[in-house]
């Protein structure tokens, strides 16, 4: 965006099952992200999409990629 800031996050989204519900659990700024909230034994399944703001407060996000299923251990 021209004289305008421009603000980059991912918006972090997990469901239990590949073809559920996601649902918006985390903004980060950072290249990782820590759920907190995961259930030892379950299985989760995460999505993340790209989100840029400009300055003028217009949000453009990116498409959903593939579902990744991981298995919480701790």
């Known amino acids: 965006l021209v004289g305008s800031e421009m603000c980059i996050e991912t ?4 469901a239990t099952s590949k073809d559920g519900k ?3 659990i985390g903004a980060v700024k ?5 759920d907190k ?4 034994g379950q299985t ?8 840029a703001t400009g300055g003028n407060g217009v949000k453009a996000q ?3 990629p593939a579902a990744v299923g991981v298995k ?3």
């Open 11 to 14: 918006d972090v989204y997990r």
């Open 62 to 64: 990116s498409a959903f």
């Open 72 to 74: 919480c251990t701790k």
């Open 37 to 40: 909230k995961a259930t030892k």
């Open 22 to 24: 996601y649902a918006l």
């Open 44 to 51: 989760y399944y995460y999505k993340a999409t790209a989100v």
């Open 30 to 34: 950072e290249s990782s992200y820590v």
